[in-house]
């Protein structure tokens, strides 16, 4: 009886074939449009575009200043101007507080180094071979100055100077302790003479 049914709607909706009155569709059409609110589409688009591309152009540049390499900005040429108007070289301690602690510190270490010198007519030889060398670096270390001041500031330039510093430190240490054994070794030899 229910295969019956099924049949029987089947057959009465074929039958009666059911049509849209001619027209119908564009009324519904022309209703739904009249009761929807109309959209000023063009104005908002764009102004969501140029806000948008004025976002991503932001975002760019922010990037490449953040992330940029340091090779594409140019060199910064630092003058330190005197009162008076006229250029003055500075050096690598006027750069930052750190670096001129560094820089006070080594030439504190080597003027008590030179100080500490005990310069004798028996030692003369051998401390102005060594007073050479010092002055050999301290042109090297003016130079660099010179470097500095015409270039600007890079790390192997300041690398450069640190190292000068150091060795001129090492060298007045290295001074010191000859002098040092050649005063231990002539007592030793006072010593064996007076024996």
Known sequence: MAQDLKK?????????KFRMEQGHEGRFLSKL?????????????????AA??????GAGLLAYLQFGTKADMPATIVDKVDPDGENKSFS???LSPDLKKVENYYV???????????ISEANKELVDSFMERLSELNS???RLNGELNELGPNDQTISAL???LQLRLQLLQKLKKKINQLK????????????
């Open 33 to 49: 449009e009249a009761s929807l609110p109309k959209k000023a589409k063009t104005s908002s688009n764009r102004w969501r575009i």
């Open 140 to 142: 090297e270390y003016e």
């Open 162 to 164: 640190i190292e000068n």
């Open 8 to 16: 029987m709607f089947d057959k009465e909706r074929e039958e009666q």
């Open 52 to 57: 948008s591309i004025l976002l991503l152009v």
């Open 92 to 94: 690598f301690g006027d």
């Open 184 to 195: 231990s070794s002539k007592n030793e030899q006072i010593t064996e003479n007076s024996i």
């Open 108 to 118: 504190a270490n080597i003027n008590m180094e030179l100080s500490q010198l005990d």
